[in-house]
């Protein structure tokens, strides 16, 4: 490959004028920063604005949203802590799930009083987590050190195998981080301001051998339009997209759909209801849901679905999904 690489640059050499040599290194010379994470929030930021001048697909709004939205309640419903109180104002404490406690020092949590099992995460995050749970498949030493590499993770264990001294430093790691602006993505505001905390709550089950499953609703403009169910824990992870009506929308996404598709669960317009208050007065934001033996318990309000990366194509097109929501010209 590096042969075939070097050979590439010399014939460029030989055809393209000096100038356009130059603007090219310039500009792969700032690609690398990007990704290297050296390259200045500040022009990580300009960069973004820039390519989302006119946005079309959902991918392109969400990063418009990054880019312009600088609404607090954002922050509030970004921070796993703060937005319980938002919960509890607007929908009522009977949809929150049960915790043991915030901590801002992770050697503050008394390991040996909580449940076999249980749930911890930082607030000031998306997507990092530990879940402690039983029915997890067994683990060496090496698998909790693995995630010492990474910046955030989602890990998965047995109570059998935990290292408590890795498990601290991990969240040390975390709690030290921002994750406001990470290598080779775009700034995401709503973060930049939350104080890190770590959050210990309950483990909500799926049945007997299972996670929870995430029920994902997407507003815009205040209403739902789509339904997104992630099984993502599951040893074959799938997710399936939903209109209003429990019509499966054919969607490219990150993993296939269930097969056979789940049923329409009877509390499904309970939370649609609850979803949109939650939502109300927001252009765009996705409110997760478990539903737990009846028990429809809250999950979390994302400002930005993926950072914005993930493009979803129904039908074949790109603009379809989201395609009612404008984003706020005056944000």
């Avoid at 698998?143 to 935990?162: A, C, H, Q, T, V």
């Amino acid at each position: 490959m590096d042969y075939v690489i070097a050979n590439v640059k010399k014939i460029l050499k030989s055809i393209l004028p000096v100038e356009v040599l130059d603007r090219m290194g310039l500009w792969l010379s700032r690609k690398e920063q990007f990704f290297q994470g050296t390259w200045p929030r500040r022009r990580a930021m300009a960069t973004l604005r820039k390519s989302v001048s006119n946005p079309e697909t959902f991918a392109e709004k969400v990063r418009y949203k990054m880019a312009f939205d600088r609404n607090p309640i954002l922050q509030v419903w970004a921070d796993k802590v703060a937005v319980r109180e938002y919960v509890s104002e607007t929908i009522g404490s009977v949809y929150l799930n049960n915790i043991f406690g915030t901590f801002r020092n992770p050697e503050d949590i008394s390991f040996t009083a909580l449940p076999t099992n249980f749930v911890i995460k930082p607030n000031h995050a998306s997507g990092a987590v530990i879940i402690v749970w039983e029915g997890a498949a067994r683990q060496d030493s090496s698998y909790l050190e693995s995630f010492m590499k990474d910046k955030w993770g989602r890990i998965l264990i047995n109570p059998l195998d935990l290292n408590w001294s890795v498990i601290l430093k991990i969240l040390k790691k975390w709690l030290s981080q921002n994750y406001h602006y990470e290598p080779g993505s775009f700034p995401e505001w709503a973060y930049k301001h939350i104080k890190p905390r770590v959050i210990v709550e309950e483990f909500l089950p799926h049945g007997v051998r299972g996670i929870a499953q995430d029920f994902r609703f997407f507003l815009f403009n205040g209403l739902c339009e789509y339904i997104e169910i992630d099984r993502s824990w599951n040893d074959q992870p799938t997710r399936t997209m939903f209109d209003t009506n429990w019509h499966q929308i054919e969607a490219t996404l990150k993993f296939p759909p269930e097969i056979p598709l789940p049923e329409r669960p009877r509390e499904l317009e309970m939370m649609i209801s609850l979803a949109e208050k939650l939502g109300q007065g927001i252009d765009h934001v996705r409110c997760d849901f478990y539903l737990i033996n009846s028990r429809i318990i809250f999950g979390e309000l994302t400002n930005y679905h993926t950072g914005g990366s993930q493009q979803i194509r129904i039908n074949g097109s790109l603009k379809t999904f989201g395609e009612s929501w404008t984003p706020n010209k005056m944000y």
